[in-house]
Nanobody
């Protein structure tokens, strides 16, 4: 059984910052590669950042240098620090394993957290 609870979204002006959190209830969290995904209206879901169990990170080119993913294995929590936000970052943000956790042949997702960047 897996539970993913995202929080920290909101509305900010361009150039602003937000910090997203994701509490994960899953077996062996510490050994899983975790990621932050986002889905903008009319678009598919994309992986924007990932972090391995050892702390290695990768980012989509669109967020590189602006977003930072981190994890606290003692708290089963993944974070996404987002700086210098742009209107094109507007989306619902989700955390999940990489690849996404599956239940009965379907990807399992939490409720996500909305990020809106506008002036």
């Amino acid at each position: 059984q897996v539970q993913l609870v995202e929080s920290g979204g909101g509305s900010v002006q361009p150039g602003g910052s937000l910090r997203l959190s994701c509490e994960v209830s899953a077996n062996r969290f510490s050994i899983r590669t975790m990621g932050w995904y986002r889905q903008a209206p009319g678009n598919g879901r994309e992986l924007v950042a990932r972090i391995t169990s050892g702390g290695s990170t990768n980012y989509a080119d669109s967020v590189k240098g602006r977003f930072t993913i981190s994890r606290d294995n003692a708290k089963n929590t993944v974070y996404l620090q987002m700086n210098n936000l742009k209107p094109e970052d507007t989306a619902v943000y989700y955390c999940n394993t990489v690849p996404p956790y599956r239940i009965r042949d379907s990807d399992y997702w939490g409720q996500g957290t909305q990020v809106t960047v506008s002036s």
